[in-house]
Nanobody, 126 residues
């Protein structure tokens, strides 16, 4: 099993940047795919980005392509989400999630992820 803890959220002005971290416990974290999802006020949880167990494959939602970058450091058991050019519509609680059920490839479907963090709030002011 793996436990996940997100950090790095906060309040930022539109156009600003934040870097979220997802710290994991568990000896086999390097074999897990990791995804970031977000849930805005009154909205359903939505896919943001994902990275495969090796870091060799990354996937992004169209709404964040070119602005967000996902990366991982398996030695540090941490996955990062660098968020640039933030917009008010990026305001949400951001969750990281981990899976091996899809061979650690980092799918976009939240149902493929059995392990979730508690979330971190990101608020972008206009």
């Amino acid at each position: 099993q793996v436990q996940l803890v997100e950090s790095g959220g906060g309040l930022v002005q539109a156009g600003g940047s934040l870097r979220l971290s997802c710290a994991a416990s568990g000896r086999t974290f390097s074999s897990y795919g990791v995804g970031w999802f977000r849930q805005g006020p009154g909205k359903e949880r939505a896919f943001v980005a994902a990275i495969s167990w090796s870091g060799g494959t990354t996937t992004y939602a169209d709404s964040v392509k070119g602005r967000f970058a996902i990366s991982r450091d398996n030695a540090e058991k941490t996955v990062y989400l660098q968020m640039n050019s933030l917009k008010p519509e990026d305001t949400a609680v951001y969750y990281c999630a981990a899976e091996k059920t899809s061979y650690g490839l980092g799918p976009v479907d939240a149902n493929e992820y059995p392990y979730w963090g508690q979330g971190t709030q990101v608020t972008v002011s206009s």
